[in-house]
């Protein structure tokens, strides 16, 4: 039987090569071991986030380029996107605050818009629509009006007062049907992006149960009164380090469990797979999904491109064999700054355009998301894959047609030699320092 190997690493991407399996029922040592009949958790997709600064950026860019850059994200030569975040009104990858509704008296919405959205967000939003149109939208809001919170500010955390649930539900719910007319459908809305962080920039707090009693009688009430009953409601939208404890008291609200359809994640705060699997097993209708993740420029330097994409491959990986079922990176691309941000809080991207020299900088963390996007369709199971050493990470699955995937990376100074095994068929294989393998067969 034939595989196709698809390596990467600092100097080539996605070098194509055929290897084949052989018959050896006596090989045990050095083993990479596949069962396809084990399956695991579906999976939902891969993508990243269209934020004001990814478009304002785009919008910059020569129409080759913005070509480029679009056929790169969604096209079928591409990492194939089609699992994605927007924001619901500002973020800090924003030009600024900017709310949909900024008059407290207007209860019944006729001042809302999205004038803001239009100049930048729905352009890009619909060009990544045209190349592929089965993209799934996740919203998540990081702060109400500054009017309807306590300390009168989109920024610097505060709360929503208890006054305005009914009246941001009801806002939340009017964005799903304005896009709808715009030809945009969102499929997940976040109860709140990071609500257990007070940030320079659009935030807003809430507990685990104020979290779960927003989403009960509130929003999920709300949007199944106006016929939205398939959109699942997303919450926790912050680190993996508290993803258990959030959970389960947010759980822990009466009708919260029914309301509720997925526990969304960051990874600013380190790997925590053991937290994931924990809520795998105590929640196993949920879905998990990441939701925001990047290379900070506060932690992380720019330029070591292997181990920034290593960060993100063994992220996704990790998150995956925990029962991850999607994956939504940070900005979609960003200018060669950083930005643009309206609090200055700049960040890597995958993608990043030199304005002045009309250039993309597609950065090696680009391509190792792509050795899952791009093999891995909706719909896939994760199968079991057993190693034999923690120097290799390694996920496999099984697409819907059945065809088998597996995902190796090696993040050593050393080169690897071991085989792939399927039931008593065998595969040798090299796995180089500081490379990523994807094998379909």
Known sequence: MNIKCYKSNEQKQFETSELSFVGDDRAEMSLIKVYPKETRQTILGFGGAFTEAAAETMKSMSADKKEQFLQACFGTEGNQ??????????????????????????????TFT????????????????AINPDIQLLASPWSPPAFMKSNQDMNHGGVLKKEYYQM???????????????????????VQNEPKATQTWDSCLYTGEEEGIFATEYLRKT???????????????HNKDCILERADETFSVVGANDSVGAIGFHWYTGDHFEALDAVRTKYPDKELIFTEGCVEYSRFKSNNQVKNAEMYLHDMIGNLNQGMNGYIDWNLVLNAQGGPNHVGNFCDAPIMYDKDNDQLDIKLSFHYIGHLSRFVKKGAKRILVSRYTDQVDAVGFVNPDGEKVVVLMNRTENDLKMQVCEEKNV????????????LCW
């Open 114 to 129: 999205l004038e803001r959205d239009n100049q930048y967000l729905v352009p890009m939003i619909k060009d990544a629509l």
């Open 427 to 438: 595969c040798d294989i090299t796995l180089t320092a500081h490379s990523v393998i994807t």
């Open 81 to 110: 996107y089609n699992f994605c975040r927007t924001h619901i009104q500002s973020c800090d990858f924003s030009l600024g605050n900017y709310a949909y509704v900024e008059d407290p008296e207007d209860k019944n919405l006729e």
């Open 168 to 190: 941001w539900a009801d806002m939340i719910v009017k964005y799903v049907e304005e896009y709808e007319k715009l030809g945009i459908a969102i499929h997940r809305i976040s």
């Open 223 to 237: 949007l199944d009164a106006h016929g939205y009953s398939d959109i699942v409601i997303v919450i926790w939208d």
